[in-house]
């Protein structure tokens, strides 16, 4: 395993132990608003620090993107930059939905080199280095081989925050949800990425989503045999935010789905 991912994995360990203990007694949390149905609490804040600390020692050169605190006082155009959500799915960990996860990706001039996703309620750690296929605490996984869209398992994520584009999204999610076996919104899109790259559902779309929310699960899936693109199939998801995964030829049929529901307002 490549010494940089090893570090990636302490700091997200570190962030687990803070979550881990902070889940034995949510209602004593202080919960903050970011905006409308956006949540922060100082487990957030906490997780995102060890993260910090950890990656800092070992790398103090490298650029830092985070959830909570932004570039973190480091060079937004830094070669190597540390992409991190230190709890993906706060609003389930907040109502004590075990669906939520650390996320911490690495890139190097915008490509993704590095990914962890780690499950803390599951203890499933998820991995990937580019050009070195992606794993589940340790053992390789593959995309889904479901090859008929009507045979598929296909994630989302609801409209949360902004609300733009809901008509579409809508429209969007009817047809795919008459033309799948079916469609999941568990809430945390760095796992639903992870669980693309491992095969417990064939593909995932999504509108909206930051850099961290994608980062370590895009290389997920793509060292695991699959493809991610934006809406139109190019590789500007994490500038849009809009983002398709799945194995190529659910990738493909996904799509085919979207492409007729965009326009000037929703561009890929």
């Not at 070992?58 to 959500?85: K, R, V």
């Not at 559902?201 to 699960?217: I, K, R």
Request: aromatic share 8%; net charge negative; glycine share 10%.
């Amino acid at each position: 395993m490549h010494p940089t991912l090893n570090i990636a994995i302490k700091a997200a360990r570190r962030a687990g132990q803070i979550i881990n203990r902070a889940s034995l007694d949510i209602d004593s949390l202080n919960v903050g608003v970011k905006q409308q149905s956006d949540y922060v609490t100082e487990v957030d804040r906490a997780a995102e620090a060890a993260i910090i600390d950890v990656l800092r020692d070992a790398y103090p050169d490298y650029g830092i993107l985070a959830e909570e605190s932004g570039l973190a006082g480091t060079d937004a155009n830094a070669e190597f930059q540390w992409i991190i959500d230190p709890l993906d799915g706060t609003t389930n960990f907040i109502h004590g939905v075990p669906q939520y996860a650390i996320s911490i990706g690495l890139a190097k001039q915008g490509v993704m080199q590095h990914a962890v996703v780690y499950d803390t309620n599951r203890n499933e750690i998820f991995t990937a280095s580019k050009g070195g296929g992606a794993f589940l605490n340790n053992k390789r996984i593959r995309v889904a081989k479901r090859v008929r869209l009507d045979e598929t398992l296909i994630g989302t994520g609801f409209p949360y925050r902004m609300f733009d584009h809901i008509d579409t999204y809508l429209a969007i999610f009817r047809e795919l949800a008459q033309k799948t076996a079916g469609m999941r919104r568990p809430g945390a899109a760095s796992i639903d990425l992870a669980w693309v790259a491992c095969g417990r559902m064939d593909g995932f779309w999504e509108l909206g989503l930051s850099p961290w929310d994608m980062a370590a699960g895009s290389l997920l899936i793509s060292e695991a045999g699959g493809l991610v693109g934006d809406l139109s199939g190019d590789s500007n998801y994490m500038k849009t935010g809009n983002i398709i995964g799945g194995n190529p030829k659910i990738f493909g049929q996904l799509l085919q789905v979207i492409a007729p529901h965009l326009s000037p307002r929703l561009p890929a």
